[in-house]
């Protein structure tokens, strides 16, 4: 982020609290910087404030000026007098101003904000026990801190449909919706899709999809996560895990080198629900709906978790032994992936090189991006292999030069990483013509042909880092422990370099990442539990500037040949 | 039909005079358009002047100062200007508007296009509300009568001047009054008021253009300024409170409907008894409610003392109050929309608070959180005493919610739903808790043994 100029910025007060903040802020942010919360619901800092919901309603003055000369009016200690407005401001639609002044605090601005609970929950059903939102919701958290804390609410309660199907991945509780307008607003300015709606009026005023449309586009579990209650809830999460048991682990998403950071909910071994980290740089607070079901891979019915060794189901111990004995072959060649984190890339770059391989290569996958949060590159580290030196150059669609390589007879022996080949371009005959030692999670029909295959870890079960699109280094943890008997990729790696003389263990994180410090300019000083949790932008070599990579115009990112907007 | 002698009638001069039609030949053989053909000659900035010397006040509600709205609007932007007139007129109690427009439609195009004129307008639209099919036909066939004769479209009167005017029916919701809940609706939205600021319509008004937005009365009322130049207007009525302002008349008179006076020229108790010829026989007056149904309701046997905006110390029975817009606010109401309603000593106070609060729950729009669940809240709080099981505590929790509803919304929709209510029950408290011991009384003998086994 670009430093901000000085005259930029405005200085306020917020409860007697002096606080600085760029041009153009909203008091709620401002007074976020004092650790002062403003309670709000419509108000979402990635979308328009439409300042319905009345819950940040504070007290505001300016300092007052004389009407005719412009002259400032001075009280008796040669202060600015300040006038304080009769009525009530909404926080999130009032811009910081110079000298304003700002109460949170004050007994009108808890009457409000006790008034406005009051409104909301008189029609909100009390059905908390059964509602997945408990937990993580706005309306208990601030019913419990701004509230009364009891109801003067004798009449019956409004009555609307409990289960509305809004599209194939969301479900809409009409009782529990307090009418923020997020998620319209969301498909209207984010997903570009607008669909959702109200209809009908006042305290009756239903959420609805426009008739014969459903809210099915990729980003529509988003509506979910900034419902600020339980209105809207994901047909995949809904009514299978309260949200208190969940630890939440740092991830990053693997579909496509923009590298969505998100958050892992899993409990006890279990991952039930994958939801967008914010990062302003890279996925501001949202992410695909097709990336929230990447989790299912860890239970996935294909799951690689049996060793083999000479085409036989073998130990760990067996199929290691073959896999180092391939190793020791001429006539060699490498092929990784995109999926690979950091760390893998450059042990498996190190590995080749010690095996003498005839040659590297990637699998490219390069499908349309949507132009939002899913980029052309559907892999996550392309970058990552081009720093580790895996690869010199970025991946050819099909792996038409391999496959001449073995058919010329240059070729006999393959190590293969996470990949399908067969799905790149080579035909089953060149495959039957080499020994493969395949490593990976999940079988294909490149597993399938294998001699000897090392079954490994899941984004979700390692530490590793990836490095995006924006060459942004960023690290993601283990949610759930692997399979029984699965190792760690880096465990897996640091075996098979151990089969040559004189190798150190690298089997752990630390250390790799003190290897790549040595060797590679770019992670010299940088370690593992030193990247910060909004990632780490690395300095781009030389060489790699102007690479034709695939990816176009995404949020937070222009392709070098697109200018990038200024500031 | 006859005029009666206290009033005086601009707008509705020729309104349901014998002979008197609504087609342009009727309108131009009394002079119409001639203020027009002048009008276009004149310099646009003068004639905002001229508006601005007349005082003129808004009619639709609120009485905002004509000339400051247009001297407000952008046009450093150089975006497109427009005017729109607000004919939805849906405050219960009103009902002027619609008799402009069924009645003397070209005397409203004239106001409009002499309008337009001086803010220079590149278009301008009538709104009118979806309960006036009626109405839009009427208008509609007028703008191309006018059109044939060159008053509205391309080259208006020869000049190089040139202004559409489309008339645009709403959907039937109270709330597309709100100037800028129109603006959304005329856009094709739903009618949810914009926030202010920043999207005043001056600067950010339709399609985020300025605009001005007018009431039809006050439109009609610039053609008559133009006529007889802003200073002599401004000698109509009383200084701030000039011109002449229509009332409609309901309720519990013997002669309800439509009245044109000089501003303050007369007092509540004037209008009731000498123009409309009183309450009916052997009732008395219990209490009025001078603005449309949102303005605060005064009670009869009250005495209304305070001073006026000039400083003026006052002391008025409710019958003394002059009608004009600094006095009304001065007794703790407002002259609004003009729509008189008048309660005799038959009304039953409960409910007539239940009628308005079931009209506001089901006009509210729905945005803001205290207006959209308060409006809800009161009338069912007014529905349960009247069907019979009114609280103790109900006055004091209706005041209450009304209390967090008022200043805390978006658009003045939050006052005019809580208005009625704290007004209501400040002035007729007794009737509420009288409402409720009745209850108590005829419910208690069923009730008494309970409690008694209980203990």
Redesign the interface.
Same mark, same amino acid.
């Given at each position: 982020m670009s430093e901000t100029k000085k005259d930029d910025l405005v200085t306020l007060l917020i409860d007697d609290q002096e606080i600085s903040v760029p041009k153009g802020t909203n008091v709620i942010e401002a007074a976020a910087q004092l650790n002062i919360e403003i309670p709000h619901y419509c108000y979402h800092p990635k979308l328009s404030a439409?300042?319905? +919901? =009345?819950?940040c309603?504070v007290e505001m003055g300016m300092p007052m000026r004389d009407r005719g000369t412009g002259e400032p009016i001075m009280d008796d200690d040669g202060k600015q007098k300040i006038g304080w407005m009769?009525?009530?401001a @909404?926080a999130c639609?009032t811009a910081a101003a110079p000298g304003m002044q700002i109460k949170t605090q004050s007994p009108m601005v808890k !009457? +409000?904000q006790e008034?406005?609970m !009051?409104?909301?929950l008189?029609?909100h059903p009390l059905d908390c026990p059964i509602c997945d939102q408990a937990g993580e919701c706005r309306l208990q958290e601030f019913a419990t801190d701004y509230g009364r804390g009891y109801s003067?609410?004798v !009449?019956?309660k409004?009555v609307k449909p409990k289960r509305t199907r809004l599209g194939p991945r969301v479900t809409l509780d009409d009782e529990r919706c @307090?009418?923020c307008s997020r998620c319209i607003r969301f498909c209207q300015e984010i997903a570009d899709d607008d669909v959702l709606?109200?209809v009908? =009026?006042?305290?009756?005023?239903t959420l609805t999809c426009y008739p014969g449309k459903e809210l099915a586009n990729n980003y529509s579990l988003n509506t979910v996560d900034i419902c600020p209650v339980g209105a809207l809830t994901s047909n995949d999460f809904r009514f299978k895990m309260r949200v208190w048991f969940l630890k939440e682990t740092p991830s990053i998403c693997t579909e496509s080198s923009v590298g969505v950071n998100t958050e892992v909910g899993s409990r006890e071994g279990k991952i039930f629900r994958i939801t967008p980290r914010r990062n302003d740089e890279v996925n501001d607070t949202w992410m695909s709906d097709s990336g929230r079901e990447l989790y299912k891979q860890v239970e996935a019915e294909n799951r690689l978790t049996a060793y083999r060794a000479s085409g036989e189901e073998a130990s760990p111990d067996e199929a290691l032994d073959s896999g180092r004995a391939l190793l020791q072959r001429k006539k060699t060649a490498f092929v990784g992936s995109g999926h690979l984190s950091v760390e893998e890339q450059f042990l498996f770059s190190k590995l080749a090189d010690l095996a003498g391989a005839v040659r590297t290569d990637l699998v490219s996958h390069i499908e349309e991006g949507d132009g939002l949060l899913i980029s052309a590159d559907r892999t996550p580290n392309v970058r990552g292999a081009l720093l580790t030196g895996l690869i010199e150059e970025l991946p050819s669609q099909k792996l038409s030069a391999l496959g001449e390589a073995i058919d010329a007879g240059e070729v006999e022996n393959l190590v293969v990483y996470r990949e399908d080949l067969l799905a790149a371009g080579l035909t089953k005959e060149q495959l039957e013509k080499v020994s493969i030692l395949y490593l990976g999670t999940h079988q294909n029909d490149t597993s399938a042909i294998a001699d000897t295959i090392l079954p490994t870890l899941t984004v979700f079960e390692k530490s590793g880092s990836f490095v995006n699109q924006q060459f942004r280094l960023q690290r993601f943890m283990p949610a759930v422990p692997g399979p029984q008997n699965v190792g760690n990729d880096l465990l897996v790696l640091s075996a098979l370099i151990n089969a040559f003389p004189d190798q150190e263990d690298l089997s752990g994180i630390d250390h790799v990442w003190q290897e790549m410090g040595k060797n590679l300019a770019v992670f010299e000083d940088l370690l593992f539990l030193r990247i910060p949790p909004e990632g780490k932008l690395l300095e781009v070599p030389e060489k790699l500037r102007d690479l034709p990579y695939a990816e176009g115009k995404t949020l937070h990112f222009y392709p070098a040949a697109a200018k990038a907007p200024a500031g | 039909m006859a005029t009666t002698p206290q009033e005086k009638r601009i707008i509705l001069k020729n309104i349901d005079q014998d002979g008197y039609t609504r087609d342009i030949d009727c309108y131009l053989a009394n002079g119409g358009y001639e203020v027009l053909k002048q009008t276009v000659t004149k310099d646009p900035a003068d004639l905002c002047k001229e508006i601005e010397t007349s005082g003129l006040r808004g009619r639709g509600g609120a009485g905002f100062p004509c000339g400051m709205k247009w001297k407000f609007l952008d046009r450093k932007s150089g975006k497109p200007i427009y005017l729109v007139c607000n004919a939805d007129e849906s405050e219960p109690g009103t009902f002027k508007d619609r008799q402009i427009i069924h009645k003397d439609p070209h005397q409203l195009i004239e106001g409009m296009m002499c309008s337009a004129f001086a803010i220079q307008a590149a278009c301008a639209y009538i709104y009118i509300r979806g309960e006036f099919p009626e109405g839009a036909k009427i208008l509609e066939e007028a703008i191309e009568e006018a059109r044939k004769k060159n008053f509205v479209g391309k080259n208006i009167c020869g000049t190089k001047y040139s202004c559409e005017i489309y008339v645009h029916r709403g959907a039937g919701?109270y709330i597309c009054g709100e100037e800028t809940g129109l603006i959304e609706s005329l856009e094709g939205k *739903?009618a949810?008021p914009r926030?202010k600021p920043p999207f005043f319509p001056a600067v950010l008004g339709l399609y985020q253009c300025p605009t001005a937005v007018n009431n039809v009365e006050t439109l009609c009322n610039v053609k008559h300024v133009f006529d007889m130049g802003g200073e002599e207007y401004a000698k109509i009525g009383k200084p701030g409170n000039t011109g002449t302002r229509i009332l409609c008349v309901s309720g519990h008179v013997k002669k309800p409907g439509y009245y044109e006076f000089e501003v303050g020229s007369l007092t509540l108790g004037q209008l009731i008894y000498d123009v409309c010829g009183g309450l009916p026989e052997g009732r008395t007056l219990k209490a009025v409610i001078p603005g449309g149904s949102s303005a605060k309701v005064l009670r009869a046997d009250e005495r209304y003392t305070g001073k006026t905006k000039s400083g003026e110390e006052f002391d008025w029975s409710l019958e003394d109050i002059p009608l004009d817009f600094d006095s009304l606010m001065a007794a703790g109401s407002m002259a609004g929309s003009g729509g008189v309603i008048v309660m005799d000593d038959t009304t039953d106070m409960v409910e007539a608070l239940g009628n308005i609060n079931a009209f506001y729950?089901?006009? #509210?729009? $729905?945005?803001?959180?205290?207006c *959209?669940? $308060? #409006?809800?809240?009161m009338k069912?709080?007014t529905t *349960?005493m009247l069907e019979g099981q009114p609280r103790l505590e109900d006055v004091d929790?209706l005041k #209450?919610v009304a209390d967090?509803i008022a200043? *805390?919304?978006?658009c003045a929709f939050g006052e005019a739903c809580a208005w009625p209510t704290q007004s209501f029950v400040l002035k007729f408290r007794d009737e509420f808790i009288a409402k409720a011991e009745k209850q108590i009384k005829e419910s208690s003998p069923s009730r008494e043994p309970a409690l008694a086994e209980t203990e």
């Open positions: 439409p300042g319905n +919901c =009345r819950m309603l009769p009525r009530p @909404i639609n !009457e +409000c008034g406005v !009051e409104f909301l008189i029609n003067r609410f !009449e019956n409004n @307090i009418l709606g109200f009908d =009026r006042g305290s009756y005023s | 919701a *739903r949810y926030i729950a089901h006009e #509210s729009c $729905g945005q803001c959180t205290p *959209r669940e $308060g #409006s809800l809240w069912k709080i *349960r929790l #209450s967090q200043g *805390r919304t978006i």
